[in-house]
């Protein structure tokens, strides 16, 4: 008897962790696109792209100066001017963890100076997947001189 109960308790534990995976791959691609809207609105400079991602509550936090920072939607997305993507630019996502309605994301951002390191919380409001915080941290790029070829001779 206690190896049926043992066995029924492990089914069932197998099957909860199962439909949690299951959502969670159903839901990938949807945060994904989240994202995507994100890094692509940053690329090209387009504001309501940008703010399409966030949720209304939205908010930047970062450290800076020896000052804790924060920046609210409206004030983060004044100041953004289309342009074309800069072939020095790249935007990438890290990683996504989900679990139910929230997730949380890495996004890598390279400029040609700037490594900018982006983590995002995410939750499922009526169906679409919202960014609603990000803090951000960003590191000069290192350069490598590299010595001047001498003549052979």
């Known amino acids: 008897m206690r190896k049926v109960f043992l066995f029924i308790s ?17 839901e990938w691609p949807l945060v994904q696109k ?9 690329a090209t400079g387009d504001s309501a792209m940008v703010a399409s991602s966030f949720h209304e509550s939205w908010q930047l936090k970062y450290f800076a100066e020896n000052k804790f920072n924060i920046v609210t939607k409206s004030k983060y997305i004044v100041g953004y001017k289309k342009h074309p993507k800069s072939p020095n630019w790249s935007g990438r996502i890290v990683f996504i963890d ?19 390191t982006d ?35």
């Open 10 to 26: 492990f089914s069932f534990l197998s099957f909860n962790v199962n439909a949690q995976v299951n959502d969670a791959t159903n």
């Open 34 to 42: 989240t994202l995507n809207m994100y890094i692509e609105g940053q």
């Open 119 to 153: 983590y995002f919380n995410l939750m499922k409001i009526n169906q679409d997947w919202v960014i609603v915080d990000k803090i951000s941290t960003r590191t000069a790029h290192r350069t490598v001189e590299v010595p001047a070829a001498t003549p052979k001779g």
């Open 98 to 116: 989900i679990t139910n309605s929230v997730a949380t994301a890495k996004v890598e951002i390279s400029t040609s100076k700037l490594l900018f």
